[in-house]
């Protein structure tokens, strides 16, 4: 049994000074966050409310930055590439879904039946949205499964520039409100806690798609290949299973998830615009990889951490150093988050379930 | 392939219905997202053709060259007529579709003008007859292009771009050749390109296209190719001095750019790092000179040439630090911890916390144009020459470094990181030392664009400007130090020039990214190693 100190002293013989440093990093962000955090218990300034409608908000932002993670997290545990065009695809979806609306409410359908209205909307969303990812796939990835690891990084990143620009041209470069409809509109009583309406629809309507999800890829046949060809690709191709098709059928699968991530999207903030996609796809990356990345399991609780991290951060730490204006950082937490789980915890929470093992 | 003769009609109606369609997608694609919108009132040739209907009639040029692709001129002929002829037909069907539809309030370029002017305000059935006969001309000049022999096809595609080129630069040239007063009359108005000198650029493409002189410029000994080839160069140089503040302008953010691509390069072409926080740098550069030069900010009240190795150092410095935790992450993860990286510098910026210092979105404005020698260099002019001073400094330094030892090992860590680190080469060393040089050369480019614009923003510091950089490297070859010059030139350069591209430069940078990554990995202008690999 060799104890601690023997370990922590070999530890110190092995290390160069780039470990020293990242030591050294580690130590500094847990002690601006710790002392944040101290300094913000001994000066609260948010009272039970304010601090449960952070905790909800932070649950619904979560909840949509699960459904954009779990996309890439599909795709990635099958080709391990990153997917720059992912976000832009859900922006598509909320465009969707925002002219479904609008459609339903020149109609006056959205009035008198507003169930049906989101129904339709709901798979107008997720039809365009597979569709876009599924094209992405043509363009960017069929092309180079074969070849350099650099290609579909640059050509996704490609992509998403066209998708905005011509979403710019399509739509228009203002923001684009979404119709309100009484049926969404007002508070509930949730023990005591008066919540939006809005954000318990989308609560609800998020953990049932991951639901519906969880089906389709544990008990259907297509979901059974899906998990096989993550796995192992070669021997999926060996057992018969058409790689192409699950890939695609992937790409599919994770669209229509953030297709509805659009239209949840535009139901709690209202307005959406073409510029909204690209990083609302990094951040929703980042929840990928915090869970571990091919992990679907670890997507959702990633996707909930960092809305939770992005909406309590504020007040929980920089509050109690004294930042002013805290909410404007409220990026920089998300991103300080992202970057410090990429340095430092690059598997994950849960770890990651890769096709191709690491060299 | 050999059909049976009585299906060859039914392989040729199917090839040509499905070119027909493609054609028929990306015209409506170019209506759908403005584009037509913002170029139909533009002439390429005035009383021809506008640039709008010119960009459909390259999509139905391409089709007739896809039509030719391993065809006879007996098979490919009728197939590109087929298709550049329905093509028309359903792009009016469309648009008739589109009128009666009415979808104005979802897709905002639909306007009535619009529609009108894809059948140049005909009636339908005219206008059908129109774009038909053009898409079948289109469609048969793209097939000629293809089946020609290759002399004809050279003269052909020479003259065709001379036209394009003239139509489209038409503001530099005349701003060019402004002192030949006469030009104006007969090759140029001010809308456009006149027949007259449409058949002139023809002309002079046709030529430039057989290129008379090339094997006597092969045939002259190595040395006096190099004094040619820098005679070029002095003239470019030259330009901006004799012609006008536009033109110096443009060549200084192509110098801009080319300075960035040079330390992109340096990361992502030797080292082969992927970079998309590179913007972080050049914002660090600006702030520098920003803060210790100008008025306002009372830091310091240092002159440009003073300030300016405090902004590559500082670049440098932060180059450094956000190297080293980083850079053990691996590829992808690396694009993205590198662009959440620049993200956390931007919303920083933008930030009330660091409001006192920075100036939060109001940025820091009255930066003092550089002065040397008591001359302030003021005008557009003398800051390109300054700009390109330092854009040929850093390509000094770029091309020594890319010869020297450390040169080599990234190249080694770029190819395989595995066997690089086998050979002894310590890689967490040898990609820091590549992503601070990049960063120090960003930083001198931030700092010379302080001094430029003479004020900083937070919103000039976006990530566009890393995705620029990027796709000037892939445009001009990654890895090659010609190549960011030519990508800088085609991608900075060309759409300043093509004055109201507007927004839509981008939608065009994306589709050209992806094309160059798809067909031509290598770069227009690929460096000698990836010529040697691709050969």
Partial sequence: MSGLLPRLQDGWRRATWVDVFLVALRLLVLGIVGYGFVAGLLHPRYGRDEWASFLVFGLVIGAIYALIALGYTMVYGILRMVNFAHGDVFMFGAYAACFTLIACNRNGLLATQPALSFALALLACMLVAAGLAILAERIAYRPFRRGRAMAPLISTLGLSFVLEYSARGMFGAQNKAFPSFPAIDGAVLVFGLSIPRVQLIVMLAAVLTMLVLTLVVMRTRMGTAMRAVAEDQDAAILMGINVDRVIVFTFALGGALAGVAGLLYGLVFKQISFFMGFFLGVKGFGAAVLGGIGNIPGAMLGGFSLGLVESLGPALFLEGIGVAAPYQLRDAIAYTMLVMVLIFRPRGLLGERLAVKRA | ?535
């Fill in chain 2, 1 to 535: 392939m050999t059909l049976p003769a009585r299906l060859e009609p039914l392989a040729l109606a199917r090839d040509a219905t499905r070119l027909a369609l493609a054609v028929t997608g990306a015209c409506a694609g170019l209506v759908l997202v403005g584009l037509f919108g913002q170029f139909s009132n533009r002439w390429l040739v005035v009383g021809l053709l506008d640039i709008g209907h010119a960009l459909m009639l390259a999509i139905a040029l391409r089709a007739g060259m896809v039509a030719a692709r391993g065809q006879s001129w007996a098979g490919a002929v009728p197939r590109a007529l087929l298709c550049g002829a329905l093509a028309g037909v359903l792009v009016v069907l469309l648009v008739m579709a589109a009128r009666v539809a009415n979808l104005r309030w979802m897709l905002v370029s639909l306007t009535p003008v619009t529609l009108n002017r894809v059948g140049y305000m005909l009636p339908e059935q005219q206008a059908m007859l129109l774009l038909a006969a053009g898409g079948a001309a289109a469609a048969l000049l793209g097939t000629a292009l293809v089946l020609l022999p290759p002399k004809a096809r050279r003269l052909l595609m020479g003259a065709l771009l001379g036209v394009v080129l003239a139509g489209l630069l038409r503001e530099l040239i005349r701003s060019l050749l402004s002192g030949l007063g006469e030009i104006d009359g007969w090759a140029f108005s001010y809308d456009g390109l006149l027949p007259a000198g449409a058949m002139a650029a023809a002309g002079i493409g046709a030529l430039a296209a057989a290129r008379p002189g090339a094997r006597h410029f092969a045939a002259l000994p190595s040395r006096a190719r190099l004094a040619l080839q820098l005679l070029c160069l002095a003239l470019l140089l030259l330009l901006p001095a004799v012609t006008n503040d536009f033109v110096a302008q443009v060549m200084m953010l192509v110098c801009l750019y080319t300075l960035m691509g040079l330390g992109l390069n340096v990361e992502l072409g030797l080292a082969g790092l992927v970079d998309l926080g590179f913007v972080a740098f050049f914002a660090v550069g600006a702030y520098t000179v920003a803060l210790l030069t100008a008025e306002t900010a009372g830091v310091a009240h240092l002159g440009f040439f003073a300030a300016l190795p405090f902004s590559v150092l500082f670049a440098a410095l932060a180059g450094f630090l956000f190297g080293l935790p980083v850079l053990r992450v691996r590829g992808d993860y690396l694009a993205i911890a590198t662009l959440g990286l620049g993200e956390v510098i931007r919303v920083l910026v933008l930030s009330d916390m660091l409001k006192p210092l920075l100036g939060g979105a109001q940025g820091i404005v009255d930066i003092p144009k550089p002065a040397l020698f008591g001359v302030i260099l003021g005008s557009p002019t003398r800051l390109f020459y300054l700009t390109a001073a330092f854009a040929a400094l850093a390509g000094y330094c770029a091309w020594r470094l890319q010869h020297s030892g450390i040169g080599r090992r990234w190249l080694a860590v770029r190819e395989d990181e595995d066997v690089a680190q086998a050979l002894g080469i310590n890689l967490v060393q040898v990609k820091l030392m590549a992503y601070t040089i990049g960063a120090a050369f960003a930083g001198l480019a931030g700092g010379l664009f302080a001094a430029m614009a003479g004020s900083v923003f937070p919103q000039s510091f976006q990530l566009l400007v890393s995705v620029n950089v990027l796709a000037v490297l892939v445009v001009g070859g990654i890895g090659s130090l010609p190549g960011v010059v030519v990508g800088a030139a085609a991608l900075i350069g060309a759409p300043e020039v093509l004055r109201d591209l507007g927004e839509h430069r981008y939608l065009i940078y994306g589709l050209v990214i992806i094309a160059i990554v798809r067909f031509k990995p290598e770069g227009l202008s690929p460096a000698a190693i990836r010529q040697r690999e691709v050969a």
